[in-house]
């Protein structure tokens, strides 16, 4: 059964950079679809984008889009999730998903479902 | 784009179904059967419930289920428990390849 664990918690200042990995163990995931989902403190869930790793394809949020890069490394079956010019409103739990996608005609990689999620990293973004 | 629509809160007694609806447009849950369902306890990771509208992933209650009319998804918890008590929240593929979170629900079992 395959497991992501992720790095652990980080205290960033406002306008610095945090990165934070998600390590597969028990298994891959190459055929699979990783996304980064943050939570604000007493906030709902919120996509921030992802890579399809045997492709190397990432497709982010509106949103973030300028301000996070998302890699993978298909060697150590980690991802990264890197997200600069931080604010306090950055402050949340960061997790990585593992989960499914499809090809769209027309449309590209469609991601869905998320079947396995990561342990969580609670970044703290404060001066 | 913008997030899917939720009740904030829904409540029922042991036994009971309870309904939760994920209202959003033709451009996400109208066009496209990417619907999922995830619980959420305090404190932990969310937990996929319901994939591509009605599918439920090994090990996951047949007392959860899901459907949807037009741009409006649903979930839908048989029997309630207490241990359902818990948040709720709907997410669809959105076009432009991107996903969208509905803002959650709490569930209350009273």
């Known amino acids: 059964q395959v497991q992501l664990v992720q790095s652990g918690a980080e205290v960033k200042k406002p306008g610095s950079s945090v990165k934070v990995s998600c390590k597969a163990s028990?298994?891959?995931?190459?055929?699979?679809?990783i996304s980064w989902v943050r939570q604000a403190p007493g906030q709902g869930l919120e996509w921030m984008g992802g890579?399809?790793?045997?492709?190397?394809?990432?497709n982010y949020a509106q949103k973030f889009q300028g301000r996070v890069t998302i890699t993978a490394d298909e060697s150590t079956s980690t991802a990264y999730m890197e997200l600069s010019s931080l604010r306090s409103e950055d402050t949340a739990v960061y997790y990585c998903?593992?989960?499914?996608?499809?090809?769209?005609?027309?449309?590209?990689?469609?991601?869905?479902?998320?079947?396995?999620w990561g342990t969580g990293t609670t970044v703290t973004v404060s001066s | 784009q913008s997030a899917l629509t939720q009740p904030a809160s829904v409540s029922g007694s042991p036994g009971q179904s309870i309904t939760i609806s994920c209202t959003g447009t033709?451009?996400?849950?109208?066009?496209?059967?990417?619907v999922s369902w995830y619980q959420q306890h305090p404190g932990k990771a969310p937990k996929l419930m319901i994939y591509?509208?009605?599918k439920r992933p090994s090990g996951v209650s047949s007392r959860f289920s899901g459907s949807k009319s037009g741009n409006t998804a649903s979930l839908t918890i048989s029997g309630l428990q207490a241990d359902d008590e818990a948040d709720y929240y709907c997410c669809s593929y959105a076009r432009s390849t991107t996903l969208v979170f509905g803002g959650g629900t709490k569930l209350t079992v009273l």
């Open positions: 033709s451009s996400d849950v109208g066009s496209y059967n990417l």
């Open positions: 028990g298994g891959t995931f190459s055929n699979y679809a």
């Open positions: 890579i399809i790793p045997i492709f190397g394809t990432t």
């Open positions: 998903a593992r989960g499914g996608y499809r090809y769209g005609y027309g449309e590209g990689y469609q991601y869905h479902y998320m079947d396995v």
């Open positions: 591509e509208g009605n």
